[in-house]
């Protein structure tokens, strides 16, 4: 079975403030300070790609869900046609 959620839980929702203040931060940045931008501009896709990452883990959760719950359904409904038409006694 894949592999799932290597990187710590919640981890989506730091990423996203992180990525806020990322943007206030250049926001803030003057024009001429070329290096501070670059760094920042660094910093975003670092983060950009975790949640890229982030949001495939999610996708193969979701995948393995529905799979599941696909199984479940199918078994509850052999289980239940199995047992045939209850009789009254």
């Known amino acids: ?14 990423l996203l403030k992180k990525l806020r203040r990322l943007k206030l931060r250049t926001a803030a940045a003057g024009r ?3 290096a501070q931008l670059l760094a920042l501009m660094d910093d975003i896709e670092t983060v950009r790609r975790k949640l890229l990452r982030e ?18 359904n199918t078994y ?9 038409p209850q009789r009254e006694h």
């Not at 079975?1 to 981890?11: C, D, N, Q, S, T």
């Open 76 to 84: 509850a409904r052999v289980a239940q046609a199995s047992r045939g």
């Open 32 to 34: 001429d300070d070329r």
């Open 55 to 72: 949001c495939a883990q999610l996708e193969e959760e979701f995948r393995i869900a529905a799979v599941r719950v696909t199984a479940l």
């Open 1 to 14: 079975m894949a592999e799932l959620k290597k990187e710590r839980p919640g981890e989506g929702e730091a």
